[in-house]
């Protein structure tokens, strides 16, 4: 049916840094909007919806550290590209825009990867988050540089090295 309008669900989490929005299209995760996004839809969630409001759950609890959902964010194929750099940084570790620029095979993209990342829509799980500046500076950030920061301290309160003591970015 090649006329058929796409359907989307929607849900809500109250979690501890907002009201998010969460967007499925039937099959997939397609977006996580921070509070400060525009939208108002009435809660329609499919399985999609709901697993993710779990698993962000279980996340801002401390007893989740990765995400099994299956995710279509919707970009251009070099934004696919970054953001299959990003959901690699593993949980309590950071990288910087350089690192995965390099990555991608060219390290003058990162200005490219930095745009690229503030473009995500599907913030935490696609943990754009852990991504910061060569230096070590908290740079940019869709939700705004004090939500980055709560979400890198959230995970450095969860995550421990491999000696057990706290690694710190």
Request: net charge neutral.
């Amino acid at each position: 049916m090649a006329n058929e309008i796409s359907k989307t669900f929607t849900g809500y989490i109250d979690s501890p840094i907002g009201m998010l929005t969460i967007i499925s299209d039937g099959t997939s995760l397609t977006s996580i909007l921070f509070p400060n996004n525009e939208i108002t839809a009435d809660s329609n969630p499919d399985g999609i919806v709901n697993d993710c409001i779990i698993q962000l759950k279980e996340y801002f609890l401390g007893i989740r550290n990765s995400f099994s959902l299956p995710l279509n964010p919707m970009g251009t194929d070099f934004q696919k590209k970054v953001w299959s750099k990003v959901i690699s940084i593993p949980f309590g570790e950071t990288t910087s825009y350089g690192a995965i620029a390099i990555l991608l095979g060219d390290p003058k993209l990162n200005r490219a990867v930095g745009l690229v990342n503030g473009a995500n829509p599907i913030p935490i799980v696609i943990p754009c988050h852990r991504v910061i500046g060569s230096n070590g500076s908290l740079t940019g950030y869709a939700g705004g540089l004090e939500l980055k920061k709560l979400l890198l301290n959230h995970e450095q309160t969860f995550h421990t090295s491999t000696t057990g003591q706290l690694k710190l970015f």
